[in-house]
């Protein structure tokens, strides 16, 4: 102690000790106490079965090594605490001693062994191991778990010794295939590389091993080139026909096998069909290696082979998604030269990429990376390095560009019509020139601007006519155009009363462009419109969200800011008038989720407020809409909405289908808005008077109602129940037992009922306090049966002995 190792000097100036050596010289005093009985009362907790106190296990596991008789009465009844004495103060007889009773004791989701140090098998090293672990590993009598464990420990003690051990527990006893693969993965770590060739029989055998097992012993034979081009096909063969597939293995090797296996292939002047399904996947893996010199000079080869032999150059294309090639390719290649090079497998239209209409966002992926990565390639000089590689080549290669050449220019016009770029250009082109051309007397701006509306040159999609329509305003004369024809347009055109809230006539669509273009250009301007212009074009000035907009079918993201921006301005100028526009959008529109939920982000007022509670309390109003309603008003906590929702709980009415559903409605957003107890316990009183209600309750928390969030999952349960106090939980949990039976097992319900209570025993676990400890064990009392709940208990037993031990004198 005068040393000051184990010692530490406090703000206080008091000193203090660290716990270890703390618990060492406790250790030491105990030891040298005459009767082991006084000894083991001292240690022994008197409520737990001869179980060590949890906070005396540190000390006892010492005094286990300075008393023999302590170690031997210590492993009689707590084995687990002896885990935490260092392997170096064990003697031989007690590490096998100990390691025995591991074995035999070990179980998945283990708790008898909890102190064992899982992550460092080395501790058990003795030298009657490979014994003890060659009888529970090839013996069938144990179950699999304890046989792996013994295979672990093997592994880490790397005990050589057992290498034929296992060699005969994989050809010659029929193991599981977990066993299996464990067996093979600690024999290859026990073995040189070279030895692995022990392994090919299984390999070659057709119903030995298991796809993943067959996938990974191929992939270490073949990247340690222990296999022979015949062997490399017989097996790939297997895995083809088994439809197991080579991309995994394939996509791990590094480049010096890529070059073999290229080898082998130019080697056979007859491959096999296997083997061009190889040659088809090895030209896109590849790609990563093609800066080192040696495989770009066997890739070119085998492309070369590939054309001299009038055989397809990427039919890989037609099995991979378009966009992942493209992606490789543009990764890649960081070197011009190189990336043009790589131009040989994507310059046939017909091999280029098999179209699917189903899956239309691989092909708007393919066409934004691809476009950008082949745009300098395919223009109107796109020959120009073809036919410098041409020039430079031997008369072999020169066949070989004079194909390459030909084709470039129909891949160039296929690529532009394919994705519409001319059909793109001529758009914008065309709308630059309505433009330019646009009448804006005030006889005619009105008919001429409704025109252009058509082409609107605001936004272009894809990016690359957005690009386009951008330069548009660049022009200093185009701008100043569009913003006096927007100008005119606004002030000189009168809505006739057929064409007031018709958001898809064409007035109105060309009202939108000329507020859109006003924001854009000059958001000055646009701000100074007068109150009277505001109002007189409110009824086209609200959208709902682009994604469910049917309205306006050429809807982008930028256009959507600029009508949320052009709608700001608005509620700032004219907000009585939009908020009458708004409410009468709503009654409206059937489906106006994102349009309400979008408005209220932007604006809220008490007159909205006001108005939607009316609305509430009507029974005409539709059930579809009562959610997305109901749960913005209870977001923004409104009181009145707050007390109705809770008055409808609280005394229910179920004299109509409808006012079923409204409860259902109500209690869903209630509780997403409310995750408190109070809200728990009225919907917990509300399942006791209807149980049959409460489970359909219960699944609408998952399910979600349309327009108002979605559903919880798994995470937002355990999120919001922990806000809430464990009689809450209980409670709940007890009903969801007491009703589970009403359900049949195979419903959608039912797993949703087991889902919920497996959320609150996790949170009841996870609080690591004596309420939840105490509520886990009362729950156990009631349902002694339940697996589940044990092995939550089994978890936290401990720690809730731990919690409530006091210390007694001897």
Not at 732 to 755: G, K, P
């Amino acid at each position: 102690m005068e040393t000051g190792l184990f010692t530490v000097q406090k703000q206080d100036g008091t000193v203090g000790f660290h716990q270890t050596y703390v618990e060492y010289l406790a250790a030491r005093y105990i030891s040298q106490i005459d009767s082991t009985d006084k000894i083991m009362k001292l240690l022994m907790h008197p409520q737990d079965n001869g179980k060590v106190v949890p906070q005396l296990q540190h000390t006892a596991a010492w005094v286990a090594t300075m008393n023999t008789k302590v170690f031997d009465r210590i492993f009689l009844t707590d084995h687990n605490t002896l885990f935490l004495i260092h392997s170096s103060d064990l003697s031989e007889q007690q590490k096998a001693k100990l390691t025995r009773k591991f074995l035999e004791t070990v179980q998945s989701k283990d708790r008898v062994n909890w102190n064992a140090n899982y992550l460092n098998y080395k501790q058990f090293n003795c030298k009657d191991l490979p014994d003890i672990l060659r009888e529970f590993f090839m013996s069938p009598d144990y179950n699999e778990f304890k046989r792996l464990i013994a295979l672990e420990i093997a592994l880490q003690n790397q005990l050589t010794v057992l290498k034929e051990d296992l060699l005969h527990l994989v050809f010659h006893e029929q193991p599981s295939e977990k066993i299996q693969w464990k067996a093979i993965y600690v024999w290859m770590h026990l073995s040189n590389k070279q030895e692995w060739i022990q392994l090919k029989p299984l390999l070659f055998a057709e119903n030995r091993l298991n796809i993943s097992m067959r996938k990974f012993l191929f992939k270490h034979l073949l990247k340690n080139q222990l296999l022979s081009m015949q062997e490399f096909t017989f097996v790939s063969e297997i895995m083809h026909q088994k439809k197991e597939g080579t991309e995994e293995v394939i996509s791990t090797l590094d480049d010096k096998v890529l070059i073999q296996i290229f080898q082998w292939y130019l080697a056979d002047p007859n491959p096999s069909e296997i083997m061009e399904i190889m040659m088809d996947q090895l030209l896109v893996y590849a790609v990563p290696f093609i800066h080192v010199p040696q495989v770009a000079e066997v890739w070119y080869q085998v492309v070369s082979f590939r054309y001299q032999q009038n055989r397809e150059i990427a039919t890989f294309l037609r099995f991979s998604s378009c966009d992942h090639v493209v992606a490789k390719i543009a990764n890649s290649y960081q070197n011009e030269t190189l990336r043009q090079q790589f131009i040989l497998l994507l310059i046939n239209p017909e091999q280029k990429f098999d179209l699917d209409n189903s899956k239309p966002l691989q092909v708007q992926d393919f066409h934004q990376i691809l476009f950008r990565e082949k745009q300098n390639l395919l223009n109107s000089a796109d020959a120009t390095w073809a036919s410098k590689h041409r020039e430079a080549s031997n008369d072999t290669k020169k066949p070989l560009w004079d194909w390459i050449l030909k084709h470039l220019q129909a891949e160039k016009e296929e690529l532009r019509a394919f994705f519409g770029i001319p059909e793109f250009q001529k758009s914008v082109d065309q709308a630059k020139e309505e433009v330019e051309e646009l009448e804006i007397s005030d006889e005619k701006i009105v008919s001429s601007w409704s025109s252009i509306s058509d082409f609107d040159p605001l936004i272009g999609e894809p990016p690359i006519v957005r690009e386009a329509t951008e330069k548009l305003y660049q022009d200093p004369k185009i701008q100043e155009k569009l913003i006096t024809a927007s100008i005119k347009f606004i002030y000189q055109c009168q809505l006739e009363e057929a064409e007031y809230m018709n958001e898809s006539s064409k007035i109105a669509e060309a009202a939108r462009m000329a507020f859109r273009i006003l924001c854009k250009i000059n958001l000055d301007l646009l701000q100074k419109l007068p109150n009277e212009v505001w109002r007189k074009w409110s009824p086209f000035l609200i959208f709902p969200d682009p994604k469910q907009d049917s309205l306006t079918a050429n809807f982008s993201r930028e256009k959507y800011k600029l009508d949320q921006q052009i709608l700001s301005i608005a509620l700032t100028k004219i907000p009585e008038t939009v908020e009458t526009v708004f409410f009468q959008l709503v009654e409206k529109m059937d489906h106006p989720h994102y349009l309400i939920k979008n408005f209220f982000q932007i604006h809220w007022s008490s007159s909205m407020e006001n108005h939607f509670f009316q609305k509430l309390q009507s029974k005409d109003f539709p059930l579809h809409k009562l959610g997305v309603v109901l749960g913005e008003l209870l977001t923004k906590n409104c009181k009145q909405t707050v007390k109705w929702v809770q008055s409808i709980l609280i005394n229910p009415s179920f004299e109509s289908v409808i006012e079923r559903e409204k409860i259902v409605i109500a209690t869903y957003c209630y509780l997403i808005t409310h995750p408190n107890d109070e809200g728990w316990k009225i919907v917990l009183t509300l399942f006791s008077k209807d149980p049959a209600l409460g489970l359909e309750i219960v699944s609408t928390l998952v399910d979600g109602i349309v327009g108002f969030r979605r559903g919880f999952i798994t995470y937002e349960l355990a999120w919001q129940f922990r806000t809430l106090h464990e009689k809450t939980l209980e409670a709940f949990y007890l009903w969801l037992c007491e009703n589970q039976d009403r359900l049949d097992q195979e419903s959608y319900v039912y797993s949703i009922v087991q889902q919920w209570t497996t959320v609150i025993l996790n949170e009841l676990r996870y609080r690591k306090a004596v309420p939840a400890y105490e509520t886990l064990k009362r729950l156990l009392t009631i349902y002694p049966d339940n697996p589940e709940i044990k092995h939550y208990w089994d978890w936290c037993e401990t720690d809730y002995l731990r919690a409530i031990w006091e210390p007694k004198p001897i």
